[in-house]
């Protein structure tokens, strides 16, 4: 996982709004449990990309998941 993190930096280092980059970012912080780096990371790309139903579907299941 600390290889695909740092691929994806690498790649938002590259280009900031790369959506994939964005997405697959936040999706690693769920898959490891870090919830807090995933919603910093979910808020940033939201602000980019408020209405990608990728992002949207994430944000919905970080909620789900605050009360686990």
């Known amino acids: 996982y600390l290889e695909a993190e740092e691929a994806y930096r690498k ?3 590259i280009n900031p709004d790369n959506p994939d980059a964005q997405i697959n970012l936040v999706l690693l912080y769920i898959q490891t ?3 807090e780096k995933a919603r910093a990371e979910l808020t940033k790309s939201m602000k980019t990309m408020p209405d990608d139903p990728r992002l949207l579907g994430l944000r ?4 789900s998941m605050q009360g686990s």
């Open 11 to 13: 790649a938002l280092d």
């Open 33 to 35: 449990g870090k919830r």
């Open 60 to 63: 919905k299941k970080l909620s």
